[in-house]
T-cell receptor, first 114, second 115 residues
């Protein structure tokens, strides 16, 4: 069974500082990996996805993530945090051979301090 | 091009009542997934449907919960005889043809409160 583990349920950064949200996956086959963002009282929005092409994936709002097979990681980064980045972020994994069932991590709430 | 539409956005039910949550997928999407988000928890998979078929209901509670995606109309998640523990946000997502991984498109959710 596939799973993802997000380290740190809450992360605080200063405005302008580097954002690093950690995600490690477990999968018996090369996975597809995703990051989603959820703003308060809203649904989830896809930030970026890794589907076995380039290992460094660029997404919306200046976010990017790097797939590292040796570390089974897919950490999300952004060079400079903005107040509008405050939200909850979910890492997710799916089996490319399956029917697209996606398994989500427990989420990381990002706080941006002015 | 409308996204995934869920209604109602908020639903309050008394214990023992029925809750019906509706989801209209994006145009061109024939796969629907329901997830439940409990406070301070991630999203838990409930059920995956295609038109007129339940493909995977491994995340559905055995009792009181059912889902359908009829040939015409939205997908419905039905919870009978609701209890306080059913209070959560229920999200619907849709995707295009199987095998095409583009990630899900999510609706804004229905927040169910059982009083």
């Amino acid at each position: 069974a596939q799973s993802v583990t997000q380290l740190g349920s809450h992360v605080s950064v200063s405005e302008g500082a580097l954002v690093l949200l950690r995600c490690n996956y477990s999968s018996s086959v090369p996975p597809y990996l995703f990051w989603y963002v959820q703003y308060p009282n809203q649904g989830l929005q896809l930030l970026l996805k890794y589907t076995s092409a380039a290992t460094l994936v660029k997404g919306i709002n200046g976010f990017e993530a790097e797939f590292k097979k040796s570390e089974t990681s897919f950490h999300l980064t952004k060079p400079s945090a903005h107040m509008s980045d405050a939200a909850e972020y979910f890492c997710a994994v799916s089996d490319p051979g399956g029917y697209q069932k996606v398994t989500f991590g427990t989420g990381t709430k990002l706080q941006v301090i002015p | 091009n409308a996204g995934v539409m869920q209604n109602p956005r908020h639903l309050v039910r008394r214990r023992g009542q029925e809750a019906r949550l509706r989801c209209s997928p994006m145009k061109g999407h024939s796969h629907v997934y329901w997830y439940r988000q409990l406070p301070e928890e991630g999203l838990k998979f409930m059920v995956y449907l295609q038109k007129e078929n339940i493909i995977d209901e491994s995340g559905m509670p055995k009792e009181r919960f059912s889902a359908e995606f009829p040939k015409e109309g939205p997908s419905i998640l039905r919870i009978q005889q609701v209890v306080r523990g059913d209070s959560a946000a229920y999200f619907c997502a849709s995707s295009p043809l199987q095998g095409k991984i583009d990630g899900y498109t999510f609706g804004s959710g229905t927040r169910l409160t059982v009083v």
